[in-house]
């Protein structure tokens, strides 16, 4: 069993930045693969980003692409997500999960609370 627990999101203005963060705990949490997804408010949820166990291979949506960077601490058991140049089409509730590789969500099986991000014009 893997606990997730985001942190850091917040209100912010378009242009800013934030920086999530999900701690992990339980068994063998770094040997998963980490990816953040979002739901913003009446549409689907989606992935932004994810990195595998190693942090050796990060893949990002087109959406993330070039403002989004994810990283992993494996000694620290934590993922993280620093979000640049953010735009109002960002605001979401954001999820990390955990679980195998891949850019489909029902391949993760484990899932934190979410934290609201909200991206001011």
């Known amino acids: 069993q893997v606990q997730l627990q985001e942190s850091g999101g917040g209100l912010v203005q378009a242009g800013g930045s934030l920086r999530l963060s999900c701690a992990a705990s339980?068994?063998?949490?770094?040997?998963?693969?980490m990816g953040w997804f979002r739901q913003a408010t009446g549409k689907e949820r989606e992935l932004v980003s994810v990195?595998?166990?190693?942090?050796?291979?990060?893949y990002y949506a087109d959406s993330a692409k070039g403002r989004f960077t994810i990283s992993r601490d494996n000694a620290k058991n934590t993922v993280y997500l620093q979000m640049n140049n953010l735009k109002p089409e960002d605001t979401a509730v954001y999820y990390c999960?955990?679980?195998?590789?891949?850019?489909?969500?029902?391949?993760?099986?484990?899932w934190g609370q979410g934290t609201q991000v909200t991206v001011s014009s």
């Open positions: 339980g068994r063998t949490s770094s040997s998963y693969a």
């Open positions: 999960a955990a679980g195998s590789y891949s850019r489909g969500s029902s391949t993760y099986d484990y």
């Open positions: 990195i595998n166990p190693s942090g050796g291979i990060k």
